[in-house]
């Protein structure tokens, strides 16, 4: 053994003996050790000896004990005992006050005993500690069994093996196992229903670095309550003697499984809360239904379900009365829009094919959702349930889920469709919770969906009633050729009044509308055709353009939106002049042949419907080869530029696109096709009436 009490290379692991270092208990305590010949002299002294009694050895050897250690009261006491030891065999312990050198008197704690010689003499031997020190450390002790045995927080040593030395009550109530079993079992033994792995490592990392872990949070399942999920704050520190040996490492394990419960529960409602204030924003940016079934299902995916599908109603996505709807009482869905986060990573193979038609089985749960109205919830799915959820929310090929729900969209009092979740991935099934923040986003979606339906439909019943109102193409007229082209707004809901009109008047002339109602939607489309109707039979009344204008001004009165604009030509191909009236309208486009591009210098004059204000004629002359261009601000006007900018990029699109050399309608139709591409505005929030008219250059 070397001079530190390290192990020496040659000395065998676990052999049978072992140095310890310096500062254990016996140092701690200094027993002092004392031998007394039969007649009570001194014969042997040691160093502890010394420190306690405060004698060197060559003060005491040789003297009596009780006259140099004891006050002369207790003399008479101390033969009394000596004699009993020596004489009786019997040991002695207790505390008795001892004489320092320094004159004190001192308690001591003395252990007393007889010992017997090779030669046979017989010996006393003392053993003596200071008594307070040893009721301090006995106090000590006493403290720390029991509060390690009555701690509610677990307890345990761990050797550097990772093996039990010691575990108390509360950790053993833990782990469902006895303390005594549990020591000396390694530490995947005891806490097997942990992540082992996770918590060795852990450990691992303390002994190696000596660095404590703090308040480690790990959940699982006791065996002592399989059924309920708890959760523990872990801490970790190594253990080291005075030398800096590792003894081993100690950990403590605090249940605080409410906490977690609270910490989870504010979790979830903190996500509930995220999840609708993004509804609010992310689902019902355009007024289109499958768009808006699209955000819905990649609102929920991943963070409430691995997988999700919008379904429809058909009959929700027909207009009233639409002829083969089915009866009510049979369940006919359309899919909308799919969403599942186990899809492959290029996103391919989706839970089920957007754009579906399937009916529903009367006892499925979705059929059950929409019929009744409210959530149905499959908080676990079993063999009974595969085949129905796995038709609404589930396909081939994709992990099965364990939870399910189908939650009904409602808008304005009517069921228009089910939005299903489904969970692969989630380990907890779908709880109340969750039904009523899928509820509360389905609702919000829902209303979302229905104004959708409600704009397409008018968007369709608009544009449907403007393109019947507006003329088919014109019959070929004298000395003109003719293109139009009529664009829709983009948006549902946005169909304007706009509208041209070509009309045949007596002696070869021909009237050119074009005419823009103000406002969108139905009511804008049946105000247009009651103003074109209105020019068109004004027209057989061979009026000159502004009287035209001022009897169409007077029909306003009483229409729900009676202002628009129009622009009233009338051209004569025998004096190749155009007379034309305008109210309130861009001015119209003249080309002249080999010339360029120029806006008609007009009276702008006033929109129809301000009443009261007279319109002016004037004349312009269109001769062979010029062309004449009508438009309505749909095609110049752009959100962020000005309108002479437009009109500027306008003529010059003309002039480049303009061949005098080129004639016949199909060039004037690539004119149109070039005029819309270029200029319209690609959001498309209005719609366009084009009509450019052209003089063949033969027509004399």
């Not at 003392?126 to 450390?137: F, I, P, Q, V």
């Not at 986060?341 to 754009?355: R, Y």
């Not at 829709?488 to 045949?504: H, L, N, R, T």
Request: aromatic share 4%; glycine share 8%.
């Amino acid at each position: 053994m070397n001079a530190t009490g390290s192990r020496p290379p040659d000395e065998p692991a676990g052999g049978a003996y072992r140095t310890s270092a310096p500062g254990g208990l016996l140092d701690v305590l200094k027993v002092a050790a004392v031998v007394l010949d039969d007649r009570g002299r001194i014969v042997l002294w040691s160093p502890q000896a010394e420190e306690v009694f405060g004698y060197s050895a060559q003060e005491a050897l040789g003297r009596f004990a009780a006259r140099l250690l004891v006050r002369e009261e207790h003399v008479d006491l101390v033969t009394g005992l000596f004699a009993q030891v020596m004489q009786e065999g019997l040991s002695w312990a207790g505390v008795f006050p001892v004489r320092h050198k320094d004159g004190s008197t001192r308690l001591l704690e003395f252990r007393n005993m007889r010992l017997r010689g090779e030669s046979g003499d017989l010996y006393a031997l003392g053993l003596a500690t200071e008594s307070s020190t040893l009721r301090r450390l006995e106090r000590d002790v006493a403290l720390s069994s029991r509060l390690v045995a009555q701690s509610p927080i677990g307890l345990a040593v761990l050797d550097p093996g990772l093996r039990f030395m010691t575990i108390n009550p509360a950790l053993a109530r833990i782990t469902g196992r006895p303390a005594d079993e549990l020591t000396g079992r390694p530490l995947r033994d005891g806490l097997a229903f942990l992540d082992v792995e996770l918590v060795e490592t852990a450990v691992r990392q303390v002994l190696k670095t000596g660095a404590p872990l703090v308040d480690q949070n790990v959940v699982g399942r006791t065996p002592a309550e399989p059924g309920q999920v708890h959760a523990w704050s872990v801490s970790y520190h190594r253990l080291e003697a005075g030398d800096g040996r590792v003894l081993g490492l100690a950990l403590s394990a605090v249940d605080v499984t409410d906490r977690h419960r609270a910490a989870t529960e504010a979790a979830h409602a903190r996500r509930r809360l995220a999840m609708i204030a993004d509804a609010s924003v992310r689902v019902g940016t355009t007024l289109d239904v499958e768009q808006t079934a699209r955000e819905l299902a990649g609102l929920v995916v991943p963070d409430l379900a691995d997988a999700a599908t919008v379904d429809l109603l058909d009959a929700a996505l027909r207009s009233p009365g639409t002829p083969g709807a089915p009866p009510a009482r049979r369940r006919f869905f359309r899919t909308l829009a799919v969403a599942d986060a186990d899809a492959d990573a290029e996103g391919t193979g989706p839970v089920t094919a957007a754009g579906r038609s399937y009916e529903a089985d009367a006892d499925s749960p979705v059929a059950r959702c929409v019929r009744e109205g409210r959530p149905v919830l499959v908080a676990r799915v079993g063999e009974e349930d595969r085949r129905h959820v796995a038709r609404t929310a589930h396909g081939t090929g994709r992990p099965e889920p364990h939870s399910y729900m189908a939650v009904p969209l409602i808008a304005r009092g009517s069921v228009l469709g089910a939005l299903h979740l489904a969970r692969t991935r989630h380990a907890e099934p779908f709880d109340e919770d969750d039904v009523v923040l899928a509820r509360e986003l389905a609702g919000r979606a829902a209303v979302s969906i229905d104004n959708a339906r409600w704009y397409q439909r008018e968007h369709d019943t608009a544009l449907t009633l403007q393109r019947s109102l507006l003329p088919h193409r014109p019959e070929p007229r004298p000395g003109l050729e003719l293109a139009y082209r009529y664009q829709p707004a983009g948006a549902p809901g946005d169909v304007g009044g706009d509208w041209f009109d070509v009309i045949p008047l007596a002696d070869d002339r021909t009237a050119l509308v074009v005419g823009d109602v103000m406002g969108s939607g139905v009511t804008a489309a049946a105000t247009m055709g009651q103003l074109r109707n209105t020019t068109r039979a004004l027209a057989d009344l061979d009026l000159d353009p502004a009287e035209i204008l001022r009897h169409v001004d007077r029909s306003t009165t009483g229409l729900e939106q009676s202002t628009a604009t129009c622009v009233y030509a009338v051209y004569d191909p025998h004096r190749h002049a155009c007379l034309v009236a305008n109210a309130g309208h861009l001015p119209p486009v003249r080309i002249p042949a080999g010339g360029a591009p120029e806006l008609l210098r007009l009276p702008t004059g006033v929109p129809l419907g301000v009443g009261g204000v007279p319109f002016a004629n004037r004349t312009v002359p269109l001769r062979p080869g010029d062309r004449l261009v009508l438009y309505t601000d749909g095609l110049v006007e752009v959100r962020g530029e000005s309108i002479d900018t437009r009109l500027d990029q306008l003529l010059a699109l003309l002039a480049d696109a303009t061949d005098a050399t080129d004639a016949g309608n199909g060039h004037l139709d690539r004119v149109c096709d070039r005029v819309l591409r270029t200029m319209r505005d690609p959001a498309g929030h209005d719609d366009v009436a084009l009509l450019i008219a052209r003089v063949p250059p033969h027509h004399a």
